[in-house]
C-alpha cells in the first residue's frame, strides 16, 4: 500500500513539475509577442518620429563580445547573468527563506566585485565568483535567525505586487549601461529599455505562478540563450 501511494506522489510531483515546464515555455511565448509588438511599435515611430533616432540606439556590448569571445557572451549571459540577477531581482518576490540569504549573497558579490582586479582572467573570475556566492550563502543560512527570516517573508509577500513593478522598473533601468557608459536617461534609451522591463515583469510572473525562483532562472536562461543564438548566427554569416 505504501509503495502505491509513493508511486502515486510520484506521478502527480513529475505532472506538476510538467505542468510548471510548459508555463515555463508559455510565458517565453507571451515574451516573444512582445518582442515583436514593441519592435513593430518602435519601427512605426521611427518613421513617423526620425528626429528621435531610435535606429541609432545599439547594445554595443553584446555586439562587442559576440564579435571577440563568444564563449564568454554565453557564460555571462546565459549562465551568471540569470543565476545573479534573478538573485537581486525576483528573490524578494513572495519569498522563502532561502531566497532571503540568496538575496544578500547576490547583493554581497556584486558590491565585492567592484574591488576585482581588472586584469583577472574572466573565466577565473567566474569561477571564484560562483564559488564565494556559495560560500557567502551558506554564511548567511547560518547567521540569519530563521524566525525573524520568517516574519520579512510574510511581509515581503503582503506587497509582492508593488515588489513586482518596482523590481521590474529597476530591473530595465540597470540595462542602460548596456547602450552608454554613464547612467542617463533620454526618450530614445528609455524606449530601448522598455524590453527588459516587460522581462522583468515576465520573470516575476513565473516565478509567482511556479513558486519558486529557479524557474525565473531557467526563463531568463532561455531568452538570454536565444538572443545568443540569433547574435552568433549572425555574425557568423557576416562576410569577413
Not at 573570475?125 to 547567521?143: A, H
Not at 530601448?192 to 526563463?219: D, H, Q, T
Request: one cysteine or more; proline letters at 5%; glycine letters at 4%.
Amino acid at each position: 500500500m505504501n509503495n502505491f501511494k509513493n508511486e502515486l506522489y510520484s506521478l502527480k510531483k513529475a505532472l506538476t513539475a510538467h505542468q510548471k515546464t510548459q508555463n515555463l515555455f508559455k510565458n517565453y511565448g507571451i515574451a516573444v509577442l512582445c518582442f515583436l509588438a514593441y519592435f513593430t511599435l518602435v519601427g512605426i515611430l521611427t518613421v513617423v518620429f526620425p528626429e528621435l533616432q531610435l535606429d541609432a540606439i545599439k547594445d554595443t556590448r553584446l555586439d562587442t563580445m559576440i564579435k571577440e569571445n563568444p564563449l564568454k557572451f554565453f557564460i555571462l549571459a546565459v549562465i551568471l547573468a540569470p543565476l545573479l540577477e534573478e538573485g537581486v531581482y525576483r528573490t524578494l518576490i513572495a519569498p522563502k527563506p532561502w531566497e532571503i540569504a540568496f538575496f544578500l549573497a547576490c547583493l554581497t558579490l556584486l558590491f565585492a566585485g567592484r574591488f576585482f582586479p581588472e586584469d583577472v582572467l574572466w573565466w577565473l573570475k567566474c569561477i571564484i565568483s560562483v564559488l564565494s556566492l556559495v560560500i557567502i550563502y551558506k554564511l548567511f543560512r547560518e547567521l540569519l535567525p530563521v524566525q525573524l527570516t520568517q516574519q520579512v517573508c510574510n511581509i515581503l509577500t503582503r506587497f509582492k505586487i508593488p515588489i513586482v513593478i518596482i523590481s521590474s522598473i529597476i530591473f530595465g533601468f540597470a540595462h542602460v549601461y548596456n547602450y552608454v557608459d554613464s547612467f542617463i536617461i533620454t526618450l530614445p534609451l528609455f524606449i530601448a529599455i522598455v524590453p527588459r522591463i516587460i522581462l522583468g515583469l515576465l520573470f516575476a510572473k513565473v516565478k509567482i505562478e511556479n513558486n519558486g525562483l529557479p524557474w525565473a532562472m531557467y526563463l531568463h536562461a532561455i531568452n538570454n540563450g536565444v538572443i545568443f543564438i540569433i547574435a552568433y548566427l549572425n555574425y557568423s554569416n557576416q562576410p569577413l
